[in-house]
């Protein structure tokens, strides 16, 4: 009797759940500030599109209302470790540009990278020309088309920083193999290695780059969670039937 009892407050409880209809939580609202580290020829909806608005600002150490640090080559490094560190604990998002990456990240999380090999067609284009781990909730949520061959960025490959932390996660790459874009997860924040000379003014810079660079600004560590498989309304109502006749059908089966 424990046993059929036992199916029958779980088929209740099921039911219960669906009945309630608890509400998503809203997503959250972004901060009013974008900080360039370092100057950049290309801002506002020609770098990043819809997203936003933002008031930008120049600066290396972001603030309580920054949504993201963009550093770029010309930016300070050099003493910014620990001010980057707690920004990102905190749930900022910083991202990088042509040939700054590797110096980034060392500065960060004092390691000693150099700078990988030369890759690219230096089109300014931030959107890579290949996916990697394309099942990463990123890609999952920004389905955007790759760059097309001969219309790529620029930098530095990013493959022995990844191979040597396995805390990074490889995302996008140029047509020869070369890593240049890739994520790493710090407390609630986002580091975006990234790899492309997005800052130039020239070139044919996509929609499609303009929607990946505004997709690393308005992300969140929520982005890299992987979403937990859940049943539709109407497979929990499937499923709290089902038990509950299952424990009628024992119950007359013991009678």
Aim: aromatic content about 8%; charged content about 10%; overall charge neutral.
């Amino acid at each position: 009797m424990y046993e059929i009892a036992s199916l029958v407050r779980c088929a209740v409880g099921l039911a219960a759940v669906v009945v309630m209809q608890m509400p998503l939580p809203a997503a959250a609202a972004l901060k009013p500030d974008l900080m360039f580290c370092g100057s950049s020829s290309r801002v506002g909806a020609s770098l990043y599109g819809a997203v936003g608005p933002f008031t930008e600002v120049s600066g290396c150490t972001p603030t309580a209302t920054t949504q993201a640090l963009l550093i770029t080559r010309s930016g300070t490094i050099a003493g910014n470790g620990a001010a980057w560190l707690a920004y990102l604990n905190a749930g900022g998002n910083i991202i990088t540009e042509w040939s700054v990456a590797a110096a980034v990240y060392n500065e960060t999380f004092g390691t000693a990278y150099s700078m990988g090999t030369w890759f690219g067609n230096c089109l300014d284009n931030a959107m890579p020309q290949v996916k990697l781990n394309p099942a990463d909730p990123f890609w999952v949520a920004n389905p955007i088309p790759v760059t097309p061959a001969g219309q790529g960025g620029c930098g530095y490959s990013l493959n022995t920083l990844v191979a040597g932390q396995p805390s990074v996660t490889a995302l996008g790459a140029d047509l020869d193999g070369s890593v240049s874009f890739a994520r790493r997860a710090q407390g609630s924040g986002l580091l975006y290695l990234l790899e492309a000379d997005w800052q130039d003014n020239q070139g044919s810079f996509t929609n499609d780059s303009r929607t990946f660079m505004g997709a690393l600004i308005s992300s969140s560590g929520t982005a890299t969670s992987v979403p937990i498989p859940t049943l539709s309304q109407w497979g929990m109502l499937l499923l709290a039937g089902v038990l509950g006749l299952f424990a009628m059908l024992r119950l007359r089966q013991r009678a």
